[in-house]
């Protein structure tokens, strides 16, 4: 699957999102103004001004609309979610080269709240992904402790967990372990 470099880095911001919810990990990733402030800058979001408690709580309502996405049983549910969480961002799509990013879509306005930049940009990738027939690749980590969403982009949609190096290789050793004892038993 040919997904564009800035659909990726947006997929990437909207895991990394709905992972901050609290169901996620148990703590609040997003708390408070200086977590969404550093948000903000680990994904290099451009035009963010002073942001204030209003945005924080936009920004949370806007994680928690995704986080529908990622539960959506179905592909209409999933496009009928995002097409309501883009038009109420207001989406205006240009052509931009910023930062050092080659030509890439934008579909925020260009003095867009936070929160309207999140549900625009990341709305649009998750589109672009019910609209490639994939949506079976926004998904949960099913290793039993961990309920972080991933995209899963392997080419034969198999991946089980958000990360192999963690959640993957503990349950694989995990397993290791009880066939060696039930073996040695």
């Not at 990990?25 to 451009?46: K, V």
């Not at 949370?60 to 209409?76: L, M, N």
Request: hydrophobic share 40%.
């Amino acid at each position: 699957m040919l997904i564009p470099h800035d659909t990726r880095i947006a997929l990437e911001t909207v895991v990394d999102l709905v992972n901050t919810a609290p169901e996620a990990g148990g703590d609040d990733g997003l708390a408070d103004l200086p977590a969404l402030y550093g948000f903000a800058e680990r994904h290099r979001l451009s035009g963010v001004g002073t942001l204030g408690d209003k945005d924080l709580r936009a920004v949370q309502d806007v994680r928690s609309r995704f986080a529908e996405i990622f539960a959506a049983p179905d592909a209409r549910t999933a496009a009928e979610l995002v097409n309501g969480l883009v038009a109420a961002a207001g989406t205006t799509p240009q052509l931009t080269n910023h930062d050092g990013y080659d030509w890439h879509v934008h579909y925020f306005a260009p003095d867009a709240s936070v929160s309207d930049h999140l549900a625009a940009d990341c709305g649009m990738a998750l589109a672009f992904i019910v609209v490639a027939g994939e949506r079976e690749r926004l998904r949960r980590c099913e290793a039993p402790d961990c309920r972080d969403a991933f995209v899963d982009l392997s080419r034969n949609r198999s991946r089980r967990y958000c990360s192999s190096r963690t959640c993957g290789n503990r349950l694989h050793v995990a397993a290791y372990r009880a066939r060696r004892r039930e073996a040695a038993g």
